[in-house]
């Protein structure tokens, strides 16, 4: 009676690991709405205008996403009015714009020296793909016109609007930031001296890394679930790990610093396909290979130019850019941990068991294996 108990238990358990994975990946197989964060530069000219030189996805604000908690519009409340709004010419969604300005400058987002301040359209442009299923970048001219000698600025970024990157260009230390829906900036001041420290560099990107795995990540998720399916002793996954961690972190400072640069639409194919071997290896080995942590080393290295990539639209501060590296890395590895240990507390019971590589393993791999050839398929075809 124990023994029925347990296989049933145990079929539930599979059962719950591997839906969750293809629930996710249903979630998150499109790219063709992802969500990205907004930047801006911000400038004083002539002491009493300060510009903000963004580049953001308007359809997505005049929708009303909330882009605190999607990583795709296609997943969001709001989805018919965002695919209305990207059908639309550019020269109707500029009539919108003024839209997205009032309802900011309601909110208060920019506040000079204690004042809250109406912001004005300045000049816009259209980064307009032909084919509607991508997302349409829209960069804006923003001003702010302030008085004489003013002195500090605060940036209240609105809950729901996402990631938010401010650079503070044309002066000595200027500071660089990255603010998350609902937050403030600190006190800003306008003739420079602002720069983070070190430390406080090193801090903020860590979460930028670990966002990167958990939630959005998902196919370094199923890549890091591909090694851990490989055998029930830890030994092998510390060598699989090490040798990803070290390969991904030499590509991603290369990456970073701009001496290496291989096209997305190269890397992401072939990321997909590392995860389509380490899946199917699990499927006709049980064991740690000699030449396997060589190869997940060279996927590493592929892996490491997809978080450069990540790095390369949130920008590093040029002051702190080590820290800052350093950070984001610190990052990807507490979530890539967080992704062991959460399959760990899924089916690590059963990992003694004789049964476990038959009934868990090798199911868990070959849906892994499938969502990964399709990856492939969708990033080199469509």
Known sequence: MVGAFNKISLKLRLW???SSICMACA?????????LPT???????????LRFEMTLNAEAFLAGIDLDVVEDTDEAEGTTDYNTLRALPASDLAQRLPELLRDWTNQQIVVVDGAPQPLSLGSYAF???????????????MDVYMPPASQSVVINWPAGNGAFVLRQQGVNDPFTGLLQGGTSSPEIALAGGGQATLWQAFVNYIPVGFDH??????DHILFVLGLFFL???????????????????????????????????????LIAASIVYVAVENIFTSGLSPWRPFVIFGFGLLHGLGFASVL????????QFIPALIGFNVGVEFGQLTVIAIAFVLVGW?????????????????????????????????
């Not at 032909?130 to 997302?135: I, K, N, R, T």
């Not at 795995?213 to 998902?218: S, V």
């Not at 990803?244 to 890397?267: D, K």
């Open 16 to 18: 719950a690991v591997m």
């Open 27 to 35: 979630a998150t197989v499109s790219h063709a709405h992802e969500v």
């Open 39 to 49: 930047l801006s530069d911000m400038t004083v000219v002539d002491d009493t205008v």
């Open 127 to 141: 980064n307009d793909p032909a084919d509607l299923e991508q997302p349409r970048q829209t960069d804006i001219v």
């Open 213 to 218: 795995i958990l939630p959005k990540g998902l």
């Open 231 to 269: 055998s029930t002793r830890l030994r092998p996954l510390i060598w699989q790990v090490s040798a990803f961690t070290l390969a991904h972190t030499v590509t991603l400072a290369l990456g970073a610093m701009g001496w290496v640069n291989v096209p997305g639409s190269i890397v992401e194919p």
């Open 312 to 319: 390369g639209e949130f920008g590093l501060p040029e002051g």
């Open 350 to 382: 059963f990992m003694k068991r004789d049964w476990y590589r038959r009934a868990i393993a090798i199911p868990a791999s070959c849906v892994i294996a499938a969502v990964g050839a399709y990856w492939c398929i969708e990033r080199v075809f469509f």
